[in-house]
């Protein structure tokens, strides 16, 4: 039988669940059964680690679902988990469970990690055996460097008895071998135009905060400085990337003669207000300086960034932000924990086109980090521009303007939702209209990029 491994789409949920339900089967009669039987995978939580590329699928010829593998990443640090595996019953002994777990592990390895670990039962053939197999080793469940997995454990409710834990070092990268990096979507939880400066631009205030959710890029060296974007980009020719000129500025800089393959798979739609393309180009400044050794400093790297747009050295630093004056300088800025309902009225907004606008507001008056964090600074000076102008967008704002205060973010379509718990992110999002596309993401303090650098130094 033929296959492939894709990563999965919100498409695959439900042949997802019932792969998941029909494995749980092969357990009737072990002791673990009423565990098992008891437990289901909640679709909600299952779309958020798809979303967020933590699910691979694998496919037949005709791209119905075989098996699939949710990596879980919580624990933070260098260690990575198999959260769920399974494959269907009937297409089992066929290399479909191992091409699965070599595939999660090979991400893992280039995405920085160290270590993957799991749980699974020590006198089931396909789970402590089929591990071994493949270089999972049993370890000590009560070693404080497996406390997480065995919190995890009680949480679910599973006998401590019946568990054995694995655990599978993973080697370090070359330079000349692909490496995984995050390039974080942000928000623009308000933004102010307040005057026009002396040289002709805006000053503006906003606050920037970074998400958990984005695009991933890909990098890897080459020797004859060349450099390469491997994947296509509709509409933007690879000398305009920026990701491609971020790659080039860092070369000519630091004076290297290396060059490097760039690939990116893209979950961020561009133009809507969340920051794509700058977000990927500071990946590429940061992905580069470790990959090719050049020792560039953060203000450095930022400073790069701000000769490409402004939003770049913002994304580099990789932390919330008070802006004012030009928006590519920031002042730290610790917000609370929260999660965005991010949705996509799928209407393309011409940023030119509502900045020129003889309606914008450009005269406001001065906001304070109080009246924000009290909120009543919460407006976002484009929005009754794009309202007015871009009926998708309004119809979205409406939309989810009934749970809530809908704002809009940046000068894009984009339109978000903030809550103060996971689970209300996810039951506003599960009610979205089919004529938008909705996302759950987390406001994050330290940006995930950041936490992937050091994941990938602490394997050099």
Same mark, same amino acid.
């Given at each position: ?61 005709? @791209? ?21 595996? %399974? ?7 066929? &290399?479909? @469970? ?20 799991? &749980? ?18 049993? *370890?000590?469940?009560? %070693? ?8 995890? %454990? ?50 503006? =205030? ?31 020719? $690879?000398?305009? %990337? ?24 893209? /979950? ?24 090719? /050794? ?5 203000? $450095? ?25 030009? @928006? ?20 393309? *907004? ?5 900045? =020129?606008? !003889? ?18 600074? *919460? ?24 749970? &809530? ?24 999002? !599960? ?30």
């Amino acid at each position: 039988m033929s296959f492939r491994i894709e990563r999965a789409t919100v498409a695959h949920i439900d042949a997802i669940c019932a792969i998941e339900r029909a494995a749980v089967e092969m357990f009737r009669g072990h002791a673990a059964w009423p565990f098992y039987s008891a437990m289901s995978m909640p679709p909600e939580l299952l779309a958020e680690e798809i979303h967020r590329g933590l699910v691979w699928v694998a496919l037949d010829d005709a @791209g119905e679902p075989l098996g699939f593998v949710w990596l879980d990443t919580e624990q933070g640090g260098g260690v990575a988990g198999i959260a769920e595996i %399974d494959v269907l019953p009937a297409c089992q002994r066929r &290399g479909i @469970g191992a091409a699965l777990l070599e595939h999660a592990c090979d991400w893992a390895r280039a995405a920085g990690y160290r270590r993957i670990d799991l &749980g699974t039962l020590a006198d089931v053939a396909w789970n402590a055996p089929f591990y071994a197999k493949h270089g999972f080793v049993a *370890v000590d469940k009560h %070693d404080p460097s497996y406390a997480y997995a065995r919190d995890r %454990d009680r949480e679910n409710g599973f006998p401590d008895s019946l568990r054995v834990f694995m655990s599978r070092r993973l080697p370090p990268l070359s330079a000349h071998e692909w490496s995984v990096w995050p390039a974080p979507a942000s928000l623009r939880l308000f933004l102010r135009i307040l005057a026009q400066r002396e040289d002709g631009s805006d000053a503006v =205030q906003s606050v920037f905060r970074l998400l958990d959710w984005g695009d991933e890029i890909r990098v890897r060296a080459r020797d004859d400085g060349g450099i390469r974007r491997l994947t296509d980009v509709p509409n933007l020719p $690879e000398s305009s %990337d920026l990701m491609v000129r971020a790659a080039a500025l860092l070369r000519d800089h630091a004076g290297v003669r290396s060059g490097a393959d760039i690939e990116i798979e893209r /979950r961020v739609p561009r133009a809507i207000g969340l920051g794509g393309g700058s977000s990927a180009a500071a990946t590429v400044l940061l992905a580069l300086n470790h990959v090719w /050794r050049c020792g560039a400093s953060t203000d $450095e790297l930022a400073d790069l960034g701000r000769m490409l747009a402004p939003e770049v050295s913002l994304f580099v630093r990789a932390r919330a932000a008070w802006i004012s004056g030009t @928006g590519e300088r920031g002042k730290p800025i610790t917000l609370p924990r929260r999660w965005y309902v991010v949705l996509d009225p799928h209407e393309n *907004v011409s940023a030119s086109e509502i900045f =020129q606008a !003889t309606e914008l507001t450009r005269i406001a008056p001065p906001a304070t980090i109080s009246s924000f964090a009290s909120g009543e600074t *919460v407006e976002n000076v484009f929005e009754p521009v794009v309202r007015a102008r871009y009926p998708r967008v309004a119809a979205a704002l409406d939309w989810l303007g009934r749970h &809530g205060h809908a704002r809009l973010s940046g000068k894009g379509g984009c339109v978000f939702l903030e809550t103060a718990t996971p689970e209300r992110a996810v039951a506003v999002a !599960t009610r979205c209209p089919a004529s938008f596309t909705a996302w759950v993401a987390e406001g994050v303090g330290v940006s995930p990029l950041h936490r992937a650098l050091a994941r990938h130094a602490a394997m050099d």
